[in-house]
């Protein structure tokens, strides 16, 4: 019922920026919280940002100043802006929603399949 789809990762040097998207598609009414995690090799996915539909934002200590979440409602996108990227960046990036309204269900734990996103000189 409703799709999570990831895109803007990649290889970036250490210092550089990335953007990268999160697009829900389905037939959706709205969305509380979209957010962003990661997992890198051999450790645990872990919170990195959220960011709710009236624009209350969370970030993990490891990103503060240094990511940025934002989403458009309107488009039931969220993007996450990453600057200064460090080597211990890398990790797959997930996206997640909450609160996902589909007619009169309400959908949790929504998540897309991933994008790699790879810090090294």
């Known amino acids: 019922q409703v799709q999570l789809v990831e895109s803007g990762g990649g290889l970036v040097q250490p210092g550089g920026s990335l953007r990268l998207s999160c697009a829900a598609s389905?037939?959706?009414?709205?969305?509380?919280?979209m957010g962003w995690y990661r997992q890198a090799p051999g450790k645990q996915r872990e919170l990195v940002a959220t960011?709710?539909?009236?624009?209350?934002?969370n970030y993990a200590d490891s990103v503060k100043g240094r990511f940025t979440i934002s989403r458009d409602n309107a488009k039931n996108t969220a993007y996450l802006q990453m600057d200064s990227l460090k080597p211990e960046d890398t990790a797959v990036y997930y996206c997640?929603?909450?609160?996902?309204?589909?007619?009169?269900?309400?959908?949790?734990?929504?998540w897309g399949q991933g994008t790699q996103v790879t810090v090294s000189s």
């Open positions: 997640k929603a909450d609160g996902v309204r589909v007619f009169t269900t309400t959908l949790n734990d929504c």
């Open positions: 389905g037939i959706i009414s709205s969305i509380y919280s």
């Open positions: 960011i709710t539909s009236s624009g209350t934002t």
